[in-house]
């Protein structure tokens, strides 16, 4: 017999209920949506209606003269040697095909201080040139701008940047702009700044006939880093990603050169911290980039793939699965080390998910059995792991990222006993904690 009657605890509760629905609408849980790999910053002078092909052109050719066999690739990204071969596939496969998941023009830092006309024309002219991709289906998935930021030195040239260029990609008659955009704003302060370029970007949005374009917020201040919760607050809705802007940030604690780089303790800190801020909001945070680029003879481009893959392992050990591709040549190693993690990741994910969902498979039916090399089995009941309810999410978004990168089919799902439709309820919002 209960203690407490229905009524007394539904009266003593009531007052949570405007708090259940502040809780549901700050924390969303995952959207659910592919999350590129990474992100390609170019200087918007090289911006050109073939410039994800470019890419991928001259990815291939780093690929066939310095990569050309499994084992070749293997010493230079640290790829397992029992992986070698269905990675250095996998790469091939990706190089061939748009191995560009999402192209940011940079009119920052990578594109510098130019006399106002000639940043004008450019704003412009990477603009139509995205236009002319789009149209030619050369349009990668994901892309955008990068302007400059509000500061005040630099805020009307960055303004007046991001004018011209959206208005250029909408032009023809009132065109809607290709699907995909995303601009990002850098070098962020204070909140302020972010609600700002918010109210800013409804404007033009008004003005041009655009659909509310997502905002990425790059985190490069140490007064970012303090106020990111109020960074995120300020940002929504619109607001979908946080970028940590390596360098910037770390010369601004006084990091000296040589020690600068992504896993540098003051910029995990910071990443760690983006994450604490960003947690279950729906935005999802990204990593720096890798300063060491693949250029030059053989061992010069071995040595650039070999820190690039360090930093990404990295940064995925730590659940951070997108960055910033700087040059070409690093589509190498970022697709080659990604494969890897998540195929090392995928016999035991499978095994654990099939237990979970109730349809382990038998001690002579191992799911994990098509992803040789094989791995410690943890399928059947009881099993060794004891997995939770977050972990279980977990593990299923693992599988959907392999999903996403062409490592893993339904048919694979099937041997283990599961569906896309699984993945998808159990890597999404719905198993969120606050839900």
Known sequence: MLTLPADVTAALT????????????????????????????????????TIAEDWAAAARAAFDA???????????????????????????????????????????DGYGVRADAEEDAVAVAAAEALRAAAAAGGLPASYGLRPKSLDAAVRARGLRSLDLFLTALTADGGATAPPGLVVTLPKVSAPAQVSVFGDILAELEGRLGLAPIPLEVQVETPSAVLALPALVAAGRPRLRGLHVGTYDYSAALGVSAEHQAGDHPSVELATALM??????????????????????DRAAVHAGWRRHAELIRRAWMRGLYQGWDLHPAQLVSRHATVAACLLAGLPPALARLSRWAGTAAGPDDDPSAAFSPPATRVSGSPGPVVDEPATARALAGHVRRALDAGLLDDTHLATAGLTGETITRLSTAGDSPQH
């Open 275 to 296: 994450q604490l801020a960003a947690a279950e909001t729906g935005v999802r945070v990204a990593d720096g980039s890798c300063n060491l680029l693949p250029v030059g």
């Open 66 to 108: 310095h990569a050309g066999e499994p084992s070749d690739l293997a010493a230079a990204t640290g790829v397992p040697a029992a992986l070698a071969g269905r990675v250095h596939a996998h790469v091939r496969r990706v190089l061939a095909g748009s191995p560009v998941a999402d192209l940011r023009v940079d009119l920052e």
């Open 14 to 49: 009531a007052p949570l209920a405007g708090l259940d629905a502040e809780l549901a609408a700050r924390f969303p849980g995952d959207p659910g949506t592919s999350q590129p790999v990474h992100t390609c910053y170019v200087p918007a002078d090289q911006v050109t209606a």
